[in-house]
């Protein structure tokens, strides 16, 4: 039986990779069959939030970095020495087949120097689109070279790695088991799923359904995401500011995005930048079309533009008001790009990607 390592930093807050690593670790272990231990460094004590299965172990480290400032920052270096320590010892004591740094954690730039047996795996889900070249990249694509996998979410984001060790695995999404509600007996709702964070431009969102909301008073667009941060706070007041609190809902974050997504007929994305975004494939499998800028580099690499989704030029407001009173005028078209959504959704069904997995990581 393999024996696979998680490391993660927790898994008590909502989020993409949070999600990710619950859904492997429950296949990897429930299907697979392989022995799975996720390795947290800090839980706080607090509950999953997402579930996972009772075959998947869990321990948490308690390193609890002083977030806000680097990891190689005096007060983290003690932290960061006994974060190696005690990894190195359950490596040493476990003896893993395989270890898969999840997130963007401190053991990313140690973990190629612990001596071991394993494969190790890091998995990137940003983009490298802007980064730097200096010093400290070229130091950092220095440690990367060492894994024996880079697994990246696009064949775009792989051209941006220095070393030849990528494997291209795209996000998963599992297919809904509930009906699929009909794209146009849905109330004329857009959404937008998201953290509230300035990399999403959300300002600029309000300001576009300013203007197609003097159009179409009938539409409604609702925000899910926690509802806290200065961000937040900033994009409430802006849209108290413009009077659209009866057109723009905050719904607060919820654990059912696929539920609340069988209830829209669009979803929308204003990103400045996007790695491979989850929530499109899980508004496809529901049968909703996404309206997005044609962002760096994930909406492109997920969307064929006018078949299950529009790309629009990116930041062009103008295009993108035209686009949503298209739609709002010409229903059928939502009908037609929500056919191509569940068709696309289906490329990454949760099966097809854990293959890969399996495929070109565990098989190999």
């Known amino acids: 039986m393999k024996k696979i390592f998680i490391l993660i930093d927790q898994l008590h807050s909502h989020g993409g990779i949070e999600k990710l690593v619950a859904e492997k670790a429950n296949y990897w272990s429930d299907v697979f069959e392989y022995e799975v231990k996720i390795i947290s460094t800090e839980q706080e004590n607090q509950p999953f939030v997402y579930e996972l299965s009772d075959k998947v172990k869990f321990q948490d480290l308690n390193i609890n970095f002083h977030r806000g400032i680097s990891f190689f920052h005096p007060k983290n270096l003690g932290k960061l020495f006994g974060n190696f320590l005690q990894i190195k010892k359950i490596i040493k004591a476990e003896k893993p087949d395989f270890i898969v740094v999840a997130s963007h954690i401190p053991m990313t730039y140690l973990l190629p120097f612990i001596k071991t047996n394993a494969k190790i795996i890091k998995e990137f889900h940003y983009s490298k689109f802007n980064q730097p070249q200096n010093y400290k990249e070229n130091l950092f ?30 996000n998963p999404v599992k297919i ?103 929530v499109i494939l899980e508004a496809n499998s529901c ?78």
């Open 141 to 170: 694509n220095s440690i990367e070279g060492k894994y024996d996998c880079l697994a990246v979410l696009s064949q775009e984001e792989a051209g941006f790695y220095k070393t030849k060790n990528t494997v291209v695995i795209p």
């Open 176 to 278: 809904p088991d509930f009906r699929i509600n009909k794209i146009l007996e849905r109330e004329n709702i857009a959404a937008a799923v998201l953290r509230f964070a300035p990399v999403k431009q959300l300002e600029k969102m309000v300001s576009i359904w300013e203007r197609f909301s003097k159009k179409n008073p009938d539409w409604k667009l609702h925000f899910y995401g926690a509802k806290e941060g200065d961000y937040y706070e900033r994009i409430q007041k802006l849209v108290e500011e413009k009077n659209l609190r009866n057109s723009i809902i905050f719904k607060g974050k919820t654990n059912d995005v696929a539920s609340e997504l069988n209830d829209v007929k669009l979803l929308l994305m204003t990103s400045e930048q996007e790695c491979f975004p989850m």
């Open 287 to 364: 049968g909703v079309p996404v309206i997005s800028y044609n962002s760096p580099t994930g909406p492109r690499n997920i969307i064929h533009h006018n078949e299950d989704g529009v790309l629009v030029d990116y930041n062009n407001e103008d295009r993108f008001v035209e686009i949503l009173e298209d739609l709002a005028l010409n229903q059928e078209k939502i009908q037609f790009l929500s056919d191509g959504t569940l068709q696309n959704s289906k490329n990454y069904e949760l099966q097809k990607v854990m293959n890969l997995w399996k495929n070109l990581i565990f098989d190999k």
